[in-house]
């Protein structure tokens, strides 16, 4: 790291995992006489070291780029990492085992392994696999059990497909992530790029079914979306009652200080949880393919007057929030495609703009009065319209290829023009 940096370590219940954790990020921004104090989040898919690497490549991109954006190197930075417990999802390259993955039943086990925290319901899962694709009645327990692994409620506008996951019959929950039915379109698009139904190589010359061809693949399908579900609670807990919790102290601490939040992924969804909680201001919100849906600040998304989960969040944050979505990032569109196919609402949109389970990651802010109109990342150099309270959307495509490629000098450039902007 070249800027002043510490690692606060938030457990999956909130609290921080080592108190002197907080005592050192509380030091280094007292230390350093910060003026603006960066904290970061990262989100699915990372390991301590994965969390750290990115905040590392984050801070290097940070560093590169502070001479391009007037006033920044006359501020004294310090930057916080959250590390927390995030649930490994799927390979970056297919992200939920689609055409190309690893389909054996030893790769089903190691995401069993690596994803269920329960170990009565590991155990029971794990049984079964060697049934699963001989034994129908092994894919319907399949789902009983995970079903026992999912958090008891959801909140947002996702909540109804976690009902539907629970209420659906196993056979209709295992048709749903297999991409089959009558209702199935030929190929689903999109920020769904994840639910391409067309042959795998592997299939070419069998005549496969292609996607989710066997038990096998609809069980990954639906482990991934009951890690989903698990994943987006922890993310709001850890936002809600860690975050925020180091927000007020790090306030507290250093109250001149303006507090930036950046956060990738699932992090996108525990910083905008942490800025609807905490009292401490807030100068800038930035996130990076963030994992919650495209209505999570809007106001009345349906028409019938629902606001989003995270609508008070705009007059909250002093300056600019800027959002970064790409059609690139097939990640973020897994689990709301799946949404949608659970609770029937199958067709050619699915996963974009207008799909009623799109992410932000995806499609940016949509039906959220502080939006200014929709943008585009820039070039290192580029100029642009950030302004305090209101929501930026950045089309990323030419710039973020994948759902983890956010550290780019591109991306960095917007942070710090977010943060020069921020009151």
């Known amino acids: 790291m070249k800027l002043p940096y510490a690692d606060v370590r938030i457990d999956a219940r909130g609290a921080f995992r080592e108190p002197e954790d907080v005592d ?29 690497a990115l905040y590392e490549r984050l801070v290097a991109s940070l560093v590169a780029v ?42 089903l086990r190691d995401e069993i392994e690596t994803k269920v925290q329960s170990v009565t319901a590991r155990r029971k899962l794990l049984a079964l696999v060697p049934r699963l694709d001989t034994d129908p009645d092994a894919g319907t327990e399949f789902i009983e059990v995970l079903r ?29 992530v297999r991409g089959g039915g009558e209702d199935a379109a030929p190929a689903l698009v999109g920020g769904a790029a994840v639910l391409d139904l067309t042959p795998s190589a592997a299939d070419a010359d069998g005549g496969g079914a292609g996607f989710f061809s066997s038990l096998i693949d609809a069980a990954r399908g639906a482990l991934n979306i009951a890690t989903y579900y698990t994943m987006k609670e922890r993310a709001g807990v850890v936002g809600r009652k860690g975050i925020a919790r180091l927000l007020q102290d790090l306030h507290e601490t250093r109250p001149e200080a303006r507090i930036h939040l950046v956060g990738h992924s699932f992090g996108g969804r525990a910083v905008t949880a942490a800025v609807d909680a905490t009292a ?69 949109a699915i996963g974009d703009e207008n799909d009623p389970y799109g992410g932000i990651g995806r499609n940016g802010a949509r039906k959220t009065p502080a939006s200014l109109p929709a943008a585009t990342l820039r070039e290192v150099g580029g100029a642009y319209a950030f302004e305090p309270g209101r929501v930026s959307s950045l089309n990323a495509d030419a710039f973020i290829s994948t759902h983890s490629d956010v550290t780019g000098r591109q991306v960095a450039y917007a942070i710090l023009t977010a943060v020069e902007r921020g009151a």
Request: hydrophobic residues 45%.
């Open 148 to 176: 026992t692994t999912l958090p008891r409620s959801s909140r947002g506008e996702d909540a109804g497909a976690l009902r539907v996951f629970r209420s659906a019959s196993p056979a209709e929950v295992l048709e749903a």
């Open 66 to 107: 502070r001479g391009k954006v007037r006033g920044s190197r006359a501020r004294q930075f310090a930057v916080v990492g959250v590390i927390w417990p995030s649930i490994q999802w799927a390979p970056e390259e297919n992200s939920g085992a689609g055409a190309g993955a690893d389909t054996s039943a030893d790769a």
């Open 24 to 52: 050192a990020a509380t030091a280094l921004v007292a230390t350093h006489a910060a003026t603006d104090i960066l904290v970061l989040c990262h989100g699915w898919n990372n390991t301590p070291g994965d969390a750290r």
């Open 280 to 348: 401490a201001p807030v100068a800038s919100l930035t996130l990076l393919q963030a994992a919650f849906s495209h209505f999570g600040l809007a106001r009345n998304w349906d028409g019938a007057g629902t606001d989003g989960l995270f609508a008070r969040v705009p007059e909250k944050v002093k300056g600019p929030i800027v959002v970064t979505f790409t059609r690139n990032d097939t990640a973020v569109g897994l689990a709301y495609a799946i949404a949608s196919r659970l609770a029937r609402q199958i067709g050619a």
